[in-house]
C-alpha cells in the first residue's frame, strides 16, 4: 500500500471514490425498480446542449462513445482507465525522479485514458449478453422513430439518437442528418438509412410518436 499511497495521486484516488459512489447508485436505483443509467440517458437526451457548443460535444461524444454503451457506464470505464494511468505515471516517475506534480500527472492521464475509453466501450458493447430473440440487423432500424441524444444532427460530425427496437430494447445509434436537414437535441427522428455503423436521419412528421 505504501508504494500506491504517494503524493499527487489524490485526483486517481478521487476517480476511484467516484466510480464506487456511481456503483453504489446504480444498485440501489436497480433495487429500487429503476436505473440510474438510463434515467441519465434519458434526461440528457432531452435536455441536452444546444447550437455550437452541442456541435463540439456531439463529435466528441459520438467519438469516445463509439460503442454506445450508456453514459454510466462510459464514466465508469473512462473514470477507472484514468486512475489506472495516473497511478502507474505517477510510480514510474517516482521511480525514476520522484513523482510528477499533479498539474502534469493529470492531463498525461487524461491522454493515455481517452482512446482506451473508446476501445473498452466498443469491445464491452459486443460483449454486453443480449437475448437471441431480440438480435436485429443494421437494416431493422431503417424506419424506427428516435430521439436524438447528442446534436445537433447535420451533414458534419455524427450525433447520437436513441431509439427502440421492436423488442423494447433502446440502442444509441451514431448518426448523421440526411442532406438537407439539421436536427436539434431532443428532437424526433426517423431513420431513413445506414451503412457501416452510421446511420442518417430526418425529422419525424408531426403527430408521429416514438415507439
Known sequence: MGSILQPGTGPFWLALMIVVGLGLVELVSVLLGASASGILDDGLGHHGPDGHEA????????WLNAGGVPILVLAVILLSAFAVFG???QS???RLAGPLPITAAVPAALVAAVPVTRWLSRGIARIIPRDETAAISQVDFIG?????SIGPLDQGNPGSVRVKDRHDNIHVLRATAAPGHVIETGRLVVIVDGSDGLFQAIPAPPGLQQG
Do not use: C, Q, Y
Not at 144 to 148: A, D, F, Q, Y
Open 144 to 148: 424506427l422513430v428516435g430521439t436524438v
Open 87 to 89: 497511478f502507474a505515471v
Open 55 to 62: 456541435g463540439l460535444l456531439g463529435g466528441w461524444m459520438s
Open 92 to 94: 514510474l516517475a517516482t
